[in-house]
C-alpha cells in the first residue's frame, strides 16, 4: 500500500501489458501451422497503430488550440512544439519500414493468403491523421473507398470529412494575420512592384547577352513570359479564383499572401514562430510523402506486380496515391515567389517595430 491507502502502482499494470502483451494473435498459429514472420508483421503494424495514436494526440490538440477564440504567440509555440514531435515520430515511422523488409518476400507468402481481404486500407488511425490534416479522400486513385470500412468506421470517417482540418485552420489564421495593410503600407502593392523590376532586368539581360542566338532569346523570353503570367495570377484577384476553382491553389488568396509576407520577413522576431508553423507544415507533408514512397517500394519488393489484398493494383496504386496526396502543397510552391534578401524592400519602421521583440528594446534601468 502506498501511504494515502491506494495500492501502489505497479509497472505491469499501469502499461496494461497482460492486455498488449496478449494482443499478438498469428492468423495462421490459429489455422495450425505457424508461420514465424507473422509476428514481427503483427508487431510492426500494432507499433504503426500505436505512433498514429500519439500522432492524433498532438493533432486534436493543435486543432483544438486552433479552434479557440485568440491565438496568441504563447500558443503558436505550443502548436510548435506538438507539430515538431509529430515530425520525429514520422521520421520513425519512416525508418521503421526497414525492420518489415527484413522478411523475405517468400516467407511473407507463408502466411499472406490468410489475410485477405484486409488491407492497410482499413488503417482508420491512419486516415484520421490525412482527414485531420486536411486530405479530402478524393484525391486518393479511385476515391475515397469507405466501402472497405465497418459502417461504424466509415460513419466516423465520413464525420471527420465534415470538421474544419488543419489546412482550414490555418488558411482561416493567415487570413487574419494583420501588418499586410494599413494607411502607411502596402505589401502587395511593394512586393508587385519588385517583381516587375525583376522581370524588367531580367528582360534586359536576356536582350542584351552577347552570348545568346536569336533562337535561345526568343525561347528564354518565352520562358519569362511563362513565369510573368504565373506571378499575374497572384495579382489579379479573378485570375486567383478561377485557379482555385480549377484545384491548381487550396489556399485563399489572402493566405496565400500572408504565407509569402511571413516568408519573406522571416527574420523579424514576431514572424519567426508563424515561419516555424509554416515550416513544420511543410516537413509533415513531405515525411508523410516520404512514408508514401517508401511503403510502396517495400510492396513492389514484397509482391511484385501482384494485386494487393485490399484490391487494388498493388505498388502502381500505391505511387500513384503518393504523387496525388500532398495536402500543404501551396506552402511548397511558395518557394517559386521567393526574393532573395538583398532585393527585399526594407519595412518601413513602424511596422518593423511593431514586429519586434519588446524585450529586446526595455533596458532594465
Ligand atoms: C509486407 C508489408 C506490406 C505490404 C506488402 C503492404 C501492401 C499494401 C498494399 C498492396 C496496399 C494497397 C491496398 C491493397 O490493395 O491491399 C497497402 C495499403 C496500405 N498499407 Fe500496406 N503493406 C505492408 C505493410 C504496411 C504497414 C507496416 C503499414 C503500417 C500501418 C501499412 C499501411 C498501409 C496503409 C495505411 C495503406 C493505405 C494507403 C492508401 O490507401 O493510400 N502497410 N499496403
Ligand atoms: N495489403 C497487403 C497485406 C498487408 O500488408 C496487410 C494485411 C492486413 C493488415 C495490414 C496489412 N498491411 C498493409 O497493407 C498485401 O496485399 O499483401
Not at 148 to 170: G, H, I, N, T
Request: a negative charge; glycine letters at 6%; aromatic letters at 10%.
Amino acid at each position: 500500500m502506498s501511504g494515502n491507502g491506494e495500492p501502489e502502482l505497479y509497472y505491469a499494470d499501469y502499461l496494461q501489458l497482460k492486455r498488449l502483451l496478449g494482443a499478438q494473435l498469428p492468423e495462421s498459429r490459429r489455422r495450425g501451422a505457424e508461420a514465424h514472420d507473422e509476428m514481427l508483421f503483427i508487431i510492426v503494424h500494432q507499433v504503426y497503430e500505436l505512433w498514429f495514436r500519439q500522432i492524433l494526440h498532438e493533432l486534436d490538440a493543435v486543432l483544438q488550440i486552433f479552434g479557440g477564440e485568440h491565438l496568441d504567440e504563447r500558443s503558436l509555440g505550443g502548436i510548435c512544439a506538438k507539430l515538431e514531435r509529430i515530425t520525429v515520430i514520422q521520421h520513425l515511422l519512416v525508418e521503421q519500414i526497414d525492420v518489415l523488409e527484413t522478411m523475405a518476400p517468400q516467407d511473407f507468402l507463408e502466411f499472406r493468403d490468410l489475410l485477405v481481404p484486409a488491407s492497410g486500407f482499413q488503417s482508420v488511425q491512419f486516415r484520421a491523421i490525412e482527414a485531420k490534416l486536411g486530405l479530402r479522400g478524393q484525391e486518393r486513385p479511385g476515391g475515397s473507398g469507405y466501402r472497405r470500412f465497418q459502417p461504424e468506421d466509415a460513419r466516423y470517417l465520413k464525420s471527420l470529412q465534415q470538421q474544419p482540418s488543419l489546412f482550414d485552420r490555418v488558411d482561416a489564421w493567415l487570413a487574419r494575420i494583420p501588418f499586410l495593410q494599413d494607411e502607411h503600407y502596402d505589401f502587395w502593392a511593394c512586393y508587385r512592384d519588385t517583381i516587375q523590376e525583376i522581370f524588367d532586368s531580367d528582360r534586359r539581360v536576356i536582350e542584351q547577352h552577347p552570348q545568346l542566338t536569336p533562337d535561345e532569346r526568343r525561347q528564354q523570353l518565352e520562358q519569362l513570359q511563362r513565369s510573368r503570367r504565373q506571378f499575374d495570377c497572384l495579382f489579379d484577384p479573378d485570375d486567383f479564383e478561377q485557379q482555385r476553382a480549377a484545384g491548381h491553389v487550396r489556399l485563399s488568396r489572402l493566405a496565400f499572401q500572408a504565407a509569402l509576407f511571413i516568408h519573406l520577413y522571416r527574420d523579424e522576431p514576431l514572424l519567426q514562430q508563424p515561419f516555424r508553423l509554416l515550416k513544420l507544415l511543410v516537413e509533415i507533408d513531405e515525411q508523410l510523402t516520404a512514408w508514401r514512397y517508401r511503403h510502396a517500394l517495400m510492396v513492389q519488393r514484397m509482391l511484385g506486380s501482384r494485386i494487393g489484398t485490399g484490391g487494388s493494383s498493388g505498388h502502381e496504386y500505391l505511387r500513384k496515391s503518393a504523387e496525388r496526396t500532398q495536402i500543404f502543397t501551396d506552402l511548397f510552391n511558395l518557394a517559386s515567389y521567393l526574393l532573395p534578401r538583398s532585393r527585399l524592400e526594407p519595412l518601413p519602421p513602424a511596422l518593423a517595430r511593431k514586429l519586434d521583440f519588446h524585450f529586446s528594446t526595455l533596458s532594465r534601468g
